[in-house]
């Protein structure tokens, strides 16, 4: 996910990383075994065009009895997006200050739901930010549902479901402050839902939450840092004291740019695929992760975006920017998937900074500001 | 290969894509059906860490008895391209004309292979131009070898062979001048051999020629891009008439950016898996093509390199380097599989701009110059 603004149904299809994982067998996981299965979904699951909306509806649900209903965990949870990215986006512009306000776009599709694209590019604190939430409707094929069904066989479910319906929906944010000081954020949370193929009562139906907060500084500034990441822990602490060291590893796991052995930042929380715990439970978790968001990240740019810097501050900032796009177009999964299947390319690339920069061979001197930074995106630290 | 600087075995053995290719049944292409495959070889052939030399030796060849004898293919083709980079990289420097040299960078594997690293950054005409040449050894694992065989079995071969060596060799080149009315320049040629597997005599050797020459402006100046695919088709109409109108074709296919819909560029010539002409001509064809960079490419940056420009043309360009970018590191065979393979992160990512920008939902207004070559991009024409 990382840069993945979820406009697109891949951004949840996609497999997590066999590492990053959590348990040994999971709906999620066994829909997708093997990378071929996962590529046979992805042919499947390319989406149909948007359609440009000139204003938001009330809800991009569907009436459809599938859960849809007044109280559902859908209902809520898409309440509980709209809500987060007019708060964040109220913020920022205050925080921006400089009246620049962000511009939305808003999009449906044809056989239901939608999204909706929120930017502000080159204002007075922001080079370029992006809060988008999307619910999205889509069908999976009924070999991949088969591979996923394992179990559900024994349950006298018919040899051959027709196609899967799923629903997935989510926010995603990636902020690109100006100040070099001042780090880059990416904050993404989503609920997935697959439901019983209509021709096999009897087959499970399924659900996930998936999402993660997580910074990337050009300077490591440990005041900063360490407020980050306890407001992640206090975040994760009221649901579960496992949940912030495990998420906080899987975060590192993650955003690892294999080819620099480098992580793409400093870390924060990161979990999918979860759905082994009360259902109630874990959506009261991400709206608290969601919630998180501007108490962790506003008064680090309140403290940094003012602060004065050079042209070699500048140009080490690019160069981060460069490992920020390196990471999110080779790696992250819904970008990747996102790009295709046909996900709404402006939505999945606004994670992409203004500008960014690549010298060859850079290599900062051993014990200078950027060596540490390099050096802590090398070997992830407890930063707490 | 792009961007692909050949400096790791990866960037032949990567698949070509489906509708790129020629013929129906070619050596490289059966040994790669499928994904999966594909997948299987390249977890096999992640190869040897490089180390840095000194000095470039007189050849990167082994003296193992396989073809690399005084007046082989290989040893011919590494002179060619040896030479090349030396002709190229001495006419980039005095078009620069501010003094600039090349960095080189020489390394070496410890199972024999090599190769040279040439950049120049921030010059005055070049913002950064890399010509690499790398001679490679590596070994495909027995079954990748078994799929390939196919025909092969027929002559009595043993049944399961060990693992067959292969060695690969080539030249690549990115060449980003910083006036945005001077196009951006890529070329690469290879050369590519698999030896018969010791315990299998009767197995099929095989070898095949890839590369190209394609051409990146950020505006269309029609007499250049005429001038340049001229020269491509004087070199491909002295060996086969055939070719200019199948490469042209070829390559307007590869360098295609799926999720925008654009090539990256206007084109020029590409072929991969060439084997099915006689091998001298088909060397001599490689060496020609490789002859044509300075004259196809040297006059355009000349009568460009002073061109007046103001800050819109600039952007302008740094968005189409976005999209260089995002074609390389997502489509891309050789960067994608380099940085998967572990081949030498600085030689494959400098094909990278120096700098790149994004800007969301950017739309060029119809009928200015900066929707002229859009449209170009989306709608390939015929230069000629």
């Not at 075994?33 to 979904?41: G, I, K, N, T």
């Given at each position: 996910?990382?840069?993945?603004?979820?406009?697109?149904?891949?951004?949840?299809?996609?497999?997590?990383?066999?590492?990053?994982?959590?348990?040994?067998?999971?709906?999620?996981?066994?829909?997708?075994?093997?990378?071929?299965?996962?590529?046979?979904?992805?042919?499947?699951?390319?989406?149909?065009?948007?359609t440009p909306e000139s204003e938001p509806p009330p809800t991009f649900l569907r009436e459809d009895g599938q859960g849809a209903g007044s109280g559902s965990v859908r209902e809520r949870f898409e309440s509980m997006i709209r809500r987060v990215q007019g708060e964040v986006c109220a913020a920022l512009e205050e925080a921006d200050g400089s009246g620049a306000r962000f511009v939305e776009d808003v999009w449906s599709r044809p056989g239901g739901g939608g999204g909706i694209s929120r930017?502000?590019?080159?204002?007075?604190?922001?080079?370029?930010?992006?809060?988008?939430?999307?619910?999205?409707y889509g069908v999976m094929?009924?070999?991949?549902?088969?591979?996923?069904?394992?179990e559900a066989g024994k349950n006298g479910a018919a040899e051959k479901p027709g196609p899967v319906p799923f629903f997935a929906a989510g926010i995603s944010s990636v902020l690109h402050p100006k100040n070099p000081f001042a780090p880059t954020l990416h904050f993404n949370y989503r609920y997935f839902e697959t439901d019983a193929p209509k021709d096999a009562p009897g087959a499970p139906r399924s659900w996930?939450?998936?999402?993660?907060?997580?910074?990337?500084?050009?300077?490591?500034?440990?005041?900063?840092?360490k407020h980050f990441h306890s407001v992640q822990k206090q975040a994760c602490?009221?649901?579960?004291?496992?949940?912030?060291?495990?998420?906080?590893?899987w975060c590192d796991d993650y955003f690892y740019i294999k080819h620099r052995n480098e992580r793409r930042g400093l870390g924060g929380i990161f979990f999918d695929d979860l759905n082994?715990?009360?259902?109630?439970?874990?959506?009261?978790?991400?709206?608290?992760?969601?919630?998180?968001?501007?108490?962790?990240?506003?008064?680090?740019?309140?403290?940094?975006?003012d602060t004065p810097f050079n042209e070699d501050h500048k140009a080490w900032q690019q160069l981060r920017r460069g490992r920020y796009?390196?990471?999110?177009?080779?790696?992250?999964?819904?970008?990747?998937?996102?790009?295709k299947t046909g996900g709404r390319i402006e939505?999945?690339?606004?994670?992409?900074?203004?500008?960014?920069?690549?010298?060859?061979?850079?290599?900062?001197?051993?014990?200078?500001?950027?060596?540490?930074?390099?050096?802590?995106?090398?070997?992830?630290?407890?930063?707490l």
């Open positions: 996910m990382a840069s993945s603004l979820l406009s697109t149904p891949s951004q949840t299809l996609a497999p997590a990383p066999a590492a990053a994982r959590l348990r040994a067998a999971r709906p999620a996981q066994v829909l997708f075994p093997r990378r071929s299965r996962a590529l046979r979904v992805r042919a499947s699951v390319a989406i149909e065009k948007e930017v502000l590019q080159d204002g007075r604190v922001f080079e370029k930010a992006g809060v988008n939430v999307s619910v999205v094929p009924p070999d991949a549902y088969r591979a996923a069904k394992g996930w939450f998936g999402g993660g907060t997580d910074l990337t500084p050009s300077y490591v500034i440990e005041e900063d840092v602490d009221k649901f579960d004291p496992s949940f912030y060291p495990k998420f906080k590893k082994n715990y009360d259902q109630e439970m874990l959506l009261g978790f991400a709206t608290a992760c969601a919630d998180s968001v501007l108490p962790a990240y506003l008064p680090i740019i309140e403290r940094r975006k796009v390196e990471f999110n177009l080779v790696y992250d999964r819904g970008t990747t998937f996102g790009l939505s999945i690339l606004v994670s992409l900074p203004l500008t960014a920069r690549w010298e060859y061979d850079h290599k900062p001197e051993e014990g200078t500001e950027e060596w540490k930074l390099l050096d802590a995106c090398m070997n992830p630290k407890e930063w």
